[in-house]
């Protein structure tokens, strides 16, 4: 929806489940990015800190490129390769307002998280242009 905003274009009912199109390869790419969390963490936190944070981008790659969960995955980290230190001081800031929000009796979660998606959406489209 943050994309039809930026686009000049009206969000309708219909727009809210428009996630559900694209469910399987969302399940499969949250699993990866998952697994190699963890994997990461496991390992040594900060290569988890690393992965966590180089795959940002890989959910907007499946939604607006119609890429494959590996695929994505690689061009996240590409993307995010250029520009680590500012993509992991976002991230930073998106969590710190997010565990805000979760402070605040759980509730403002509710726009602190809604919120975060949007920041994203806006970092992926100042880095790869896909309003134009």
Same mark, same amino acid.
């Given at each position: 929806?943050?994309h039809?905003v %930026?686009?000049? &274009? &009206? ?10 199109? =694209? ?22 936190i900060?290569?988890?800190?690393y ?5 940002v981008?890989?959910? $907007? ?12 995955? &690689?061009?996240? &980290? =590409?993307?995010?390769?250029? %520009?680590?230190g ?6 930073l ?5 997010? $565990?805000?929000?979760?402070?605040a ?8 998280m ?7 959406y806006?970092?992926f !489209? !100042?880095?790869?242009?896909?309003? %134009?």
């Amino acid at each position: 929806m943050a994309h039809q905003v %930026n686009c000049g &274009r &009206r969000i309708e009912l219909s727009d809210y489940f428009k996630g559900f199109e =694209k469910l399987g390869l969302l399940i499969k790419l949250n699993l990866l990015i998952f697994g190699m969390v963890m994997l990461g963490l496991v390992m040594l936190i900060v290569p988890g800190i690393y992965f966590s944070v180089s795959y940002v981008f890989a959910h $907007f790659f499946v939604w607006f490129f119609d890429m494959e969960p590996t695929e994505a995955l &690689r061009f996240s &980290r =590409k993307t995010v390769s250029g %520009n680590f230190g500012q993509i992991f001081l976002l991230y930073l800031v998106m969590a710190g307002i997010n $565990f805000l929000g979760v402070l605040a009796f759980g509730v403002g979660i509710l726009i602190s998280m809604p919120l975060s998606f949007c920041v994203a959406y806006a970092a992926f !489209d !100042d880095i790869i242009g896909i309003s %134009n």
